[in-house]
């Protein structure tokens, strides 16, 4: 059992080689970073070791952690947004899941289960989580080749000093600050919010809910009856979740009720570049 690179969390396995940079073992390996914990099997580590005056290596904690196969990551939501796009943005009090995620109203959300065939990556130092091959959730979803997640470090978005906003983390802050997504395709299915998108590659700030769309043919985004395809698509939802703010890149087209007016039905088609905005 050894401590993470300067965060709050741990891995447990068993019956390690292990060398001065590096412990390896076939075996399951548990462990937790922050709020979040998760498992998988056949385990690499590179270790942050120090030289001491004995000339034997003071071992601070683990760099990084690979794991080849089985992987299950277990995220805590936090904060004011989500960390799957199109869901109802939260209350300041209370963060942001899915419909059939949500537990009660006293209790924490559930956490948000990531499966994928591996390897799974998580680097220390860059605060990154690297998902590959098959990565997939459950409920609201998202599935595609390659999943990373940047967690929250250094001075936070308030102002927050960077040792302060540290503290916080180890304390369980730990959120997520940024998704990116690549597949042939990435899918995204919101049933919650009838959101359902389709791209090569996705980015998304859980924070401020924006998510950047991009494909060498076209985006696809449906919500209910409305469609919207693009090779480029820039979207800010509005707090139930629905079309709020978006501009698309290239010839692309729109079709359903207005965002505007639900009452009336809308066909555009653009060649270059639109921005929609309500007012």
């Known amino acids: 059992r050894l401590a993470w690179h300067e ?5 447990t396995t068993r019956d390690v080689v292990m060398t001065e940079t590096d412990v390896t073992t076939p075996h399951r390996l548990d462990f ?10 056949g385990v690499h580590m590179r270790l942050d070791a120090a030289a001491s005056d004995d000339e034997v290596p003071v071992i601070r904690g683990v760099k990084s952690l690979t794991l080849e196969q089985q992987i299950y990551f277990f995220l805590q ?10 869901g109802v943005a939260a209350s300041k009090s209370k963060p942001a899941v899915a419909a059939s995620q949500r537990s009660s109203d006293s209790g924490p959300a559930p956490p948000i289960e990531i499966r994928c065939v591996g390897p799974f990556t998580f680097d220390g130092e860059a605060n990154l989580a690297s998902f590959r091959r098959e990565a997939d959730g459950t409920h609201d979803s998202m599935n595609g080749d390659q999943l990373k997640v940047f ?17 916080a983390r180890n304390g369980g802050g730990f959120k997520p600050s940024r998704v990116e997504f690549v597949g042939e395709p990435v899918v995204i299915r919101a049933p919650s919010n009838e959101l359902q ?12 809910r924006e998510v ?14 409305r469609e919207l395809r693009a090779p480029e698509l820039f979207m800010t939802p509005d707090p139930a979740g629905k079309y709020g703010t978006f501009r698309a890149v290239g010839r692309g087209r729109f079709d359903g009720r207005s965002p505007e007016d639900p009452t009336q039905t809308l066909h555009a088609e653009w060649t270059s570049h639109v921005h929609f905005r309500p007012y």
Request: net charge negative; aromatic share 6%.
């Open 151 to 167: 967690f929250a470090d250094g001075a936070a978005a308030d102002g927050t000093p960077p040792a302060e906003a540290k503290s």
């Open 197 to 208: 998108a389709r791209a090569q590659f996705l980015e998304h700030d859980p924070a401020t």
């Open 77 to 86: 939501p936090q904060g004011e947004g989500d960390v799957i796009p199109g």
């Open 32 to 41: 937790r970073l922050g709020p979040h914990h998760g498992y998988g099997v």
């Open 212 to 225: 950047h769309l991009r494909d060498a043919v076209e985006v696809i985004v449906r919500q209910g009856d």
């Open 7 to 11: 965060c709050d969390g741990y891995i």
